[in-house]
């Protein structure tokens, strides 16, 4: 005899989890002072989502501000308000999830975490195609920083599935659900 089932309710915590770390993932991409792309070898050119810096021989020239162009600001909008949009779906997940069980609130977050996905999308491609339009030579890659921007709005896409998907389990989440047994002949 077999027991299906999951204690669900007790891994309820587990999604404003994962949106704590997509939080982390873009706070740490948004303040990366040395990380979103760099020139081929590391040693002359490298850039964050705010400065990029030129150098020679080690030694590096002051910054110059990315801000001055459109797209940049742009992009660094685009990033904040999709961090905000993630608190608040984060703020709303633990009311939802960890303090009592509100189940009308799961599709809200699913659709605010829709829309950090596609404001994040849409900077994370602008961001690459107008810096390779700022530089001329040689060869780049996008780093950690970058990586970390992806990896978050990544997260955000899982969580917004789990969180549209959520509603229907309800009984499971509430520990209401009837325990399924399989039985096999021996």
Same mark, same amino acid.
């Given at each position: 005899m077999f027991r299906c089932g999951?204690?669900?309710?007790?891994?309820?915590?587990?999604?404003?989890? *994962?949106? *704590?770390?997509?939080?982390?993932f873009d706070i740490i991409a948004i303040a990366?002072?040395?990380?979103?792309?760099?020139?081929?070898?590391?040693?002359?050119?490298?850039?964050?989502?705010?400065? #990029?810096?030129?150098g020679r021989n080690d030694k590096w020239e002051e910054g110059k501000s990315l801000m001055e162009f459109s797209w940049? #600001?742009?992009?660094?909008? *685009?990033m904040i308000i999709g961090l905000l949009i993630l608190i608040g779906a984060f703020i709303l997940s633990c009311v939802a999830l960890c303090c009592t069980l509100n189940v009308t609130l799961l599709p809200i977050i699913g659709v605010m975490l829709i829309i950090v996905v596609v404001l994040q999308v849409i900077a994370l491609i602008i961001y690459p195609v107008k810096f390779n339009e700022l530089i001329f030579e040689g060869h780049y890659y996008y780093t950690w920083a970058?990586?970390?921007?992806?990896?978050?709005?990544l997260l955000c896409i899982g969580c917004a599935v789990l969180f549209c998907c959520l509603p229907r389990y309800e009984d499971e989440l509430t520990g209401l659900a009837k325990t399924k047994y399989l039985y096999t002949s021996a």
């Open positions: 999951i204690a669900y309710p007790r891994c309820r915590w587990i999604v404003p989890l *994962l949106l *704590l770390f997509a939080i982390i990366a002072t040395s990380g979103w792309v760099t020139d081929e070898e590391g040693k002359t050119h490298y850039a964050s989502m705010w400065e #990029q810096y030129h940049a #600001q742009a992009v660094a909008a *685009l970058y990586g970390f921007a992806w990896g978050a709005t």
